[in-house]
């Protein structure tokens, strides 16, 4: 089973999910855990279109080769999919982040065009995907240093929570306890 959790820097993802792994694994279930995305494929390619290119975050300039690294990333990220999918299927798969996260902060850059918000918008969901979700002025406080300016969280927020609706991506308000996050969690997984 793929569980997925994708939301805004700073809305609890890791902390729920090192507790989702710790409750499973309590439950004798056999899992493998997966942060960030995996360039199965593309690693070495990728270190070299980055290297030497460190920019403060939401002000990249939109030069032609990010707007090409969706065609390096996107098989890479389907094959890793297919992966899962038929060789994990007797343990629970958990990842923090997926490719939606990677849309929607492409789109914040403006590195999407028409085929790539497609093929991202329409890539294959997980079993079980979760949006940990609070309100822009927590986000900020919990990592503020992630964010340009508040009006960049914002408009980050805004975007996974469209997406989410029109997903249906069940929604966890990380601004509730953790218990009470957990609760909800697992109530969807049974």
């Excluded at 820097?9 to 710790?22: A, C, H, N, P, Q």
């Excluded at 991202?120 to 969901?125: A, D, G, Q």
Aim: charged share 30%.
């Amino acid at each position: 089973m793929m569980i997925a959790f994708i939301g805004c820097d700073g809305s609890g993802k890791t902390t729920l999910v090192k507790k989702l792994i710790k409750e499973l694994r309590a439950q004798g279930h056999d899992l493998e855990y997966r942060h960030q995305y995996n360039y199965f494929l593309s690693n070495t390619l990728g270190k070299r279109i980055r290297k030497g290119k460190k920019i403060t975050r939401g002000t990249r300039k939109k030069k032609f080769y990010y707007k090409l690294w969706i065609f390096v990333v996107y098989p890479n990220l389907l094959f890793d999919w297919l992966w899962v999918k038929i060789t994990k299927r007797n343990k629970f798969f958990i990842s923090d982040r997926y490719v939606y996260d990677l849309m929607v902060g492409w789109d914040l850059q403006g590195r999407l065009n028409f085929l790539s918000r497609f093929l991202l918008r329409n890539f294959p969901k997980p079993d079980i995907i979760f949006l940990t979700d609070a309100r822009p002025e927590i986000l900020y406080k919990r990592r503020g240093n992630e964010y340009p300016d508040m009006e960049f969280c914002k408009k980050k927020r805004s975007l996974y929570l469209a997406f989410s609706k029109k997903k249906k991506i069940k929604i966890i308000n990380t601004e509730k306890s953790i218990e009470t996050s957990m609760k909800e969690i697992m109530e969807s997984i049974d």
